[in-house]
C-alpha cells in the first residue's frame, strides 16, 4: 500500500504563486511514477504534471511554462511549483501514485483546493 497526503492548496489572486507537496509512505520503493491531476467543478480530472522515478517530466499544454513538477527522493515527496495562476487553474488538486505491487495499482491522495480569484 501506498499513502498520499497533499499539502499547500489555498486562495490566491491571479499571477500569484502556489507550492503543493505531496508526501508518500508506504511501499515507497514500489512507486514507479507520480503525477498531479486537477478536477475543477463540473469537469473531468485531468492531467496535470507527472514524473518517473528517473526524473523525466511531463506537464499538461495548458501549464507549460507556469508549473513545474519535481520530486524530493530523500524526503519521498513530489511537488507542484505554480506560477502565474490564472482563475481557471482553480481546481481540487490531487495527487497520484502508480506503483507495482504484485500488479500495477494505482494510488489517489485527498486533495487539496486551490482557488484563483480575478
Known amino acids: 500500500q501506498v499513502q498520499l497526503v497533499e499539502s499547500g492548496g489555498g486562495l490566491v489572486q491571479a499571477g500569484g504563486s502556489l507550492r503543493l507537496s505531496c508526501a508518500a509512505s508506504?511501499?515507497?520503493?514500489?512507486?514507479?511514477?507520480m503525477a498531479w491531476y486537477r478536477q475543477a467543478p463540473g469537469k473531468q480530472r485531468e492531467l496535470v504534471a507527472g514524473?518517473?522515478?528517473?526524473?523525466?517530466?511531463n506537464h499538461a499544454d495548458s501549464v507549460k511554462g507556469r508549473f513545474t513538477i519535481s520530486r524530493d527522493n530523500a524526503k519521498n515527496t513530489v511537488y507542484l511549483q505554480m506560477n502565474s495562476l490564472k482563475p481557471e487553474d482553480t481546481a481540487v488538486y490531487y495527487c497520484?501514485?502508480?506503483?507495482?505491487?504484485?500488479?500495477?495499482?494505482?494510488?489517489w491522495g485527498q486533495g487539496t483546493q486551490v482557488t484563483v480569484s480575478s
Open positions: 508506504g511501499s515507497i520503493l514500489a512507486i514507479d511514477a
Open positions: 514524473i518517473t522515478t528517473g526524473g523525466s517530466t
Open positions: 497520484n501514485a502508480v506503483a507495482w505491487l504484485v500488479t500495477r495499482r494505482e494510488y
